[in-house]
């Protein structure tokens, strides 16, 4: 895709989840990487149903704002990713219910905070490790993300949301589905006795 055609699908994807409930007022933030590495983002206050694709703030990955209005104070964690990553290509970060409400439990396991009970997460993603809470925003952030995005493409903030990355957009877009539906199946069990895979159905469905 060219540029105006990746602006167009940020505002298409950004229209799609708020109209179907994974985004509400002004919260969350997505962004792609452009050929050029700069990056495209959602400005900072927008409601991701209401985007404007000429608006959209045009960053490179030093924090430098191009073009387009201020970006989200939260494309700092965006840029971690895309440095220290380079299968990375699209972001998205939302404050979807279920994701958001396991972001809160207490004694997650932060190496991985979904412990695998249906193969999609795996296939997908693999791990889901949990960054410590900070601040939205704070710099401390996009410092746990370098670390871990080398290894992961799917992150839970404490207290905060999902963090999930992909080759393109709609693979982003995708995934965080899928962990959003994982997590709802999370609190829709309850206490209910799981049968979690075993570590030979893990490795199959990782091979």
């Known amino acids: 895709m060219n540029e105006q055609q990746m602006r167009e699908a940020l505002v298409s994807l950004g229209r799609s989840l708020f109209q179907r409930g994974y985004a509400t007022g002004s919260a969350g933030n997505l962004s792609v990487l452009l050929e050029d590495n700069t990056l495209l983002a959602t400005p900072t206050g927008s409601c991701l ?7 959209l703030s045009k960053v490179t990955l030093d924090g430098e704002l191009i073009s387009g209005d201020k970006p989200s104070k939260e494309v700092s964690f965006h840029r971690a990713v895309y440095l220290n990553n380079p299968s990375s290509k699209a972001i998205v970060h939302l404050h979807c219910l279920y994701l958001t409400a396991l972001s809160c439990l ?3 396991d932060t190496s991985n905070c979904i412990r695998p009970f249906t193969p999609y997460v795996v296939m997908k993603m693999g791990e889901v490790p949990v960054v410590p809470y900070f601040r939205p925003g704070d710099r401390q952030i996009g410092e746990h993300l370098a670390r871990l995005a080398p290894n992961h493409n799917a992150f839970l903030l404490a207290n905060h ?31 209910r006795p799981i049968r979690y895979l075993t570590p ?3 490795t199959a469905l990782r091979s």
């Open 161 to 191: 949301g999902p963090v999930v990355s992909g080759k393109t957009l709609r693979e982003a877009a995708d995934n965080l589905e899928e962990l959003e539906e994982t997590a709802r199946l999370i609190f829709t069990l309850g206490d």
């Open 106 to 108: 207490e004694d997650l």
């Open 200 to 202: 030979a159905e893990i």
């Open 49 to 55: 149903g209401e985007l404007d694709a000429e608006r």
